[in-house]
């Protein structure tokens, strides 16, 4: 196959804007986005926590989910670490800091974060980030792949493995349905202690650092969630180190989505490119051999001829 | 097998090999569940690792078990004597090396023969981790051994320790430092503590405190065990355990200690350094009044001089002037007197004591900041026509106590909750009038009120919570909502004053549950 001049232009030209593209791409990873303006939290001082597993009641009451085998006020629970599961969107586990003759109680749920890893390892859109802060769950789009369960870095998603017919993804919602409705989500209606604060993300951050400031002796200065993978919507204050109430403190400040942009951007480009590269290299090398070919019919020919004028 | 086998097989292990890497190492939670047991006795054996690399975890080693179980062996079974002194290190000088060879060798060795006597020993040489834990199940808890005036005295007046010439037995444990070495007597009259020189690390002058407190004061007491007189501890658990103070005696009140110390001392700003300065103190304005400070009832009411007299026994404007000086490491004399954070100021001192369960429940939930407008003229009195004005503001409460308020602002699921005031005023009152400090700092009645009625000018019928208090104020100062006060109020008293009869998580305890209408009974 032969390819003129013009052909030949017109394949770098577009092998070109092909390359081009990753920047373009890179432009739309949104590395700036400090969430949505005016989305919701909730801020966790677990140094007002009295474990007395309220919220767990609450939210299993508001999302109907099953009675569990121990009734809420059972405090034996506690003595083992427990994660969410299918039944339960939250837990409340009880840790034994160094240093301290007090336990300290932290509750454990979807922390609604900013750029969230289930919503970017999606491929079908079943998770997406609402505008009010919550990360929302359609079950109807869910294909049960579990990639969201891999990629949590809190490792929040359960799934209804003994579900045959539609099994979902289950975590928590933020009561999205609530909170339109301008109430308070069913866990931070329940709390006695007012250790779950609802509110705009902005306010609540604000409130962490005016208790901060306030009581320095009491908390340890740093507000878990305000950087932690990009940013969470759930906030967490604390008396002792994060790392001995359970909470990883490896995770970094890059959020998930910008961890995987690099790769997926790199897509359009080879795509867009390799081919062309690839079929005009092919090409190029063909035509070396199609000439070499040519040629050699050409001299054979002559042979031929010249044997033919001498016969 | 074939080349195709053969290739999935390698696959799928790099495969799984992959996934456990990644799912091991990457975030589990951590944060213990179960509380560590917490010893006094336990040695981490540190020092081999200065040495390089530490492959494997550090030993805690417990000093006790090890003592209880040879009985009757005498120290040097594991530790050499240099200068008539044991070494704290096991079984070399200070001068040896740590070495890890030293220690297993010794150890294991000791174990070894301790088993061929059928006897149940440690660990041997096979069994690495018993020693080396990576998840120890103790961890070291000592609380330092606070030599009060009540054992001081008891040594003073002890029969066994050997007394001097003027029947005085001080040389026995005090003692000066002359030409780089250590003096046989102390200077009457010139005795001081230990740690102005024995600090807590080890410096070329004087050994560290431990060091010389181990070799000291428990080697004299090594030298009376078996023969039924009465001692001190040997152990680590008799200093350093958590219950250690119920097996020592204790002198309710002992003496004075005599040192030539004033009772009373006044303790003006300014007015030395003025005469140092040469001023005429009359016409210079001196803002503060003096503090008329009663040394003989601090003295009655301190561990020890150590409490205050942090590095000499001499008055505190000594080093610490108006405007500092080197020697009180330019600590100026309004910081030493009134420093929060301090052990040893007056303010820090007093806060300390807020923390005792008694006072904690009004207190801890103050933040440190806080100051009542006449918290000063507790201490700084005014001389005749000078000074300060006195609190304009009534101190005596005239009013009537209530005896219960019934709280109804929040119901939903439970009843209202009957608080018991005057029974919880009355109690408060009592633990006031134990303690002369308080009475000191609570002559304004209405102070006590202020504990649960903050943040508003004190009256007779203080205003309800929820004048203040609605739902909690994010945009603003961030005042707990109504409910949260009241739980954060009383949970955090009950909390602070370890009143372990009324956890918080016993709803019905204060408000009992609604029955609903449709309840089954």
Redesign the interface.
Known sequence: MGINRRKFLGWMGAAGAAALSPRLAKGSTNKEFKGYPDSFGVLHDTT?C???RQCEAACNEANNLPAPEAPF?D?EVL???RRTTVQAHTVV??????GQDE?VFVKTQCNHCLEPACASACFVKALKKDETGAVVYDASLCVGCRYCMIAC???IPAYEYDEPVAPRVMKCTLCLPRIQEGKLPACADAC???AL?F??RK??IA?AR??IQ????KYVDHIYGEHEMGGTSWLYLSSVPF??????E??GVKPAPELTSGALSAVPMVVGLWPVLLTGIYAISKRKDQVAEEDMAKAVERVGKKKEEEK | MSERASSIAVTSVVFAALTLFWTLGGGTRSGRAAPLETRSDIVFMENVAAHGEQQMPTVAFSHDRHTQSLGEAECTTCHLEEKGALVPEFKRTKAQPADMDLYHENCVACHVTTRAGDKPSGPIASQCRSCHDRRPTATVLHESMAFDRSLHYLHERSPLIKQDADNTNCSACHHGYENGKKTEFSVRGKEASCRYCHEASGTDKAPSMADVSHESCVGCHQTFVGTGEDFGPVTCEGCHGLDAKSGIKTVETPPRLDRGQPDHALVTRGRRDLAVAGMDASTQKISMDSVPFDHKLHESTSESCLSCHHKSLESCQTCHTEKGDDRGGNVRLSEAMHKRKSDRSCIGCHNQRQKAPECAGCHAQRPDTAFADNACNTCHKPAAGTGMPAPSHRTQFNGEVPKTVVIDSLEEKYNPSILPHAKIIKALEEKIEESPMAKAFHKDEFSLCQGCHHNAPSSERPQKCGSCHATLDLAGDGRPGLKGAFHGQCITCHDKMNMASIPATDCSRCHKEKQLENEVQ
């Open positions: 007002l009295i474990g007395c006020d405090r003595k083992n670490h586990n009880r840790y034994f800091p160094q336990p870095p809190f490792n006695p202690r007012e604060v509110g705009p306010d609540l409130l005016k208790r306030k009581y320095p002796d790392e001995e109430i359970g909470m990883r490896d995770l």
